[in-house]
Nanobody, 119 residues
């Protein structure tokens, strides 16, 4: 069982930056692929970025490439999402999630943190 707690959301002007953090409980954090998702009002939750267990491999949705960076610190049981050059369309609740080895989907989810970008 893994518990995930996000932090770092808030209100920022367009063009600004935020860094989200997600800290996991337990001693097996490094065994999980981690992902950041977001859900805008009235829309489905979609993946934004993911990172491999080692941190060596990352993937991003096209809309955030070059602006967002996912990283992890396995010693701190934490995954980060650095968000730069934020746009109003980035406004959403952001969730982190963990996927166990061999799973097809994400098994554990955080409670979400609100990011609001004003124009």
């Amino acid at each position: 069982q893994v518990q995930l707690v996000e932090s770092g959301g808030g209100l920022v002007q367009a063009g600004g930056s935020l860094r989200l953090s997600c800290t996991a409980s337990g001693r097996t954090f490094s065994s999980y692929t981690m992902g950041w998702f977001r859900q805008a009002p009235g829309k489905e939750r979609v993946i934004v970025a993911d990172i491999s267990r080692s941190g060596l491999n990352t993937h991003y949705v096209d809309s955030v490439k070059g602006r967002f960076t996912i990283s992890r610190d396995n010693a701190k049981n934490t995954v980060y999402l650095q968000m730069n050059t934020l746009k109003p369309e980035d406004t959403a609740v952001y969730y982190c999630a963990a996927r166990t080895i061999g799973a097809t989907g994400y098994d554990y989810w955080g409670q979400g943190t609100q990011v609001t970008v004003s124009s």
